[in-house]
T-cell receptor
Framework: GAGVSQSPSNKVTEKGKDVELRCDPI?????LYWYRQSLGQGLEFLIY????????KSGLPSDRFSAERTGGSVSTLTIQRTQQEDSAVYLC?????????????FGSGTQLSVL | AQSVSQHNHHVILSEAASLELGCNYS??????LFWYVQYPGQHLQLLLK??????LVKGIKGFEAEFIKSKFSFNLRKPSVQWSDTAEYFC???????????FGKGTKLSVIP
């Protein structure tokens, strides 16, 4: 597609439920990032995928968070047993290759609200 | 670990006023520096970047930023703001060649017509 696509754009869930957020990067982009944007907190790095290499999961805040990237393209971020503090905008970004931070493209994000 | 500090949470200016948004970073090596902008209802997009070239960097829409190594700063400037500059601005830093991009908490700019 023309840009990074994320779905759903909005998700409202009840505390304790599991949610899946999807990211479809720009075709051919091998690097994929997930960030979390909480109110007044800027962007927090969550996880990074590069090709077939092991992902950098160092930013995941707890073991309730996991992510996978199938076939080097689409990525899914899963949050199990959601908590109210998980409410945030979850942003996905992709770039052509590692280190191409000058050409990092962001999606519009998924607004997650945990009631 | 690298970190970024943006001094102002919310800045309100009248049209034609001059703008300077502060950004300081912490990193013990060669850095790449960025300013991103997020217009209301839109996704984050790159405004300008510093990659070891001229420390005075010019970006889109008349914005510029100056890298001052001795002050660990990368302040964003614009001589005369417009209503359409209303947005949230994020400063970010990465180590040279690194994939890790660390963002500041952002500064919301409101321009009053």
């Amino acid at each position: 597609g023309a840009g990074v696509s994320q779905s759903p754009s909005n998700k409202v869930t009840e505390k304790g439920k599991d949610v899946e957020l999807r990211c479809d990067p720009i075709s051919g982009h091998t690097a994929l990032y997930w960030y979390r944007q909480s109110l007044g907190q800027g962007l927090e790095f969550l996880i990074y995928f590069q090709g077939n290499s092991a992902p950098d999961k160092s930013g995941l805040p707890s073991d309730r968070f996991s992510a996978e990237r199938t076939g080097g393209s689409v990525s899914t971020l899963t949050i199990q047993r959601t908590q109210q503090e998980d409410s945030a905008v979850y942003l996905c970004a992709s770039s052509l290759r590692t280190g191409s931070l000058e050409k990092l493209f962001f999606g519009s994000g998924t607004q997650l609200s945990v009631l | 670990a690298q970190s970024v500090s943006q001094h102002n949470h919310h800045v309100i200016l009248s049209e034609a006023a001059s703008l300077e948004l502060g950004c300081n970073y912490s990193y013990g090596g060669t850095v790449n520096l960025f300013w991103y902008v997020q217009y209301p209802g839109q996704h984050l997009q790159l405004l300008l970047k510093y990659f070891s070239e001229d420390p005075l960097v010019k970006g889109i829409k008349g914005f510029e930023a100056e890298f001052i190594k001795s002050k660990f700063s990368f302040n964003l400037r614009k001589p005369s703001v417009q209503w359409s500059d209303t947005a949230e601005y994020f400063c970010a830093v990465s180590g040279a060649g690194s994939y890790q991009l660390t963002f500041g908490k952002g500064t919301k700019l409101s321009v009053i017509p």
